[in-house]
């Protein structure tokens, strides 16, 4: 089964995909790709700051994932998309501040974004209501 999930704050109004999508069994939770994005006006939040705009967007993730009944502890894959090669040291350190001790996969993409002021996008792959054991 499959279940839409919203979160406040977080979906862009009039945005033709939702903000995650919970898949039962496990529970695994695929979330759509979060930008620094203000949710009333649209607009990229913190210009010029991939660091910055890293840290607003795990905080939309980290509502996503609350409202699906977990934590950004859950984050097993992460993709993040940067505009530039010279901000991945600044995503970097916005990523070691909130995930410290928290394992999970990653890839980042140097590619454009579809919002000009955007540095920065990431979705991620979580799987809520496991245990931590990993089989041999």
Do not use: W
């Not at 695929?30 to 705009?53: N, V, W």
């Not at 995503?91 to 410290?100: C, H, P, Q």
Request: proline letters at 4%; aromatic letters at 4%.
């Amino acid at each position: 089964m499959k279940r839409k999930i919203t979160a406040e704050g977080v979906a862009v109004p009039g945005a033709p995909f939702t903000s995650a999508i919970a898949v039962t069994s496990g529970t695994m939770v695929h979330t759509s790709g979060f930008m620094a994005r203000d949710p009333e006006s649209g607009k990229i939040l913190h210009p010029g700051d991939a660091e910055r705009q890293t840290l607003e967007c795990f905080g939309k993730i980290e509502k996503v994932l609350k409202a699906a009944g977990g934590t950004l502890d859950d984050i097993v894959k992460m993709t993040v998309f940067l505009r530039n090669t010279s901000d991945y040291e600044a995503m970097n350190r916005a990523r070691r501040s909130r995930l410290t001790g928290i394992d999970y996969a990653s890839s980042t993409v140097i590619t454009g974004l579809v919002a000009e002021e955007a540095l920065v996008e990431i979705e991620c792959v979580a799987v809520i209501g496991t245990d931590d054991a990993v089989a041999p």
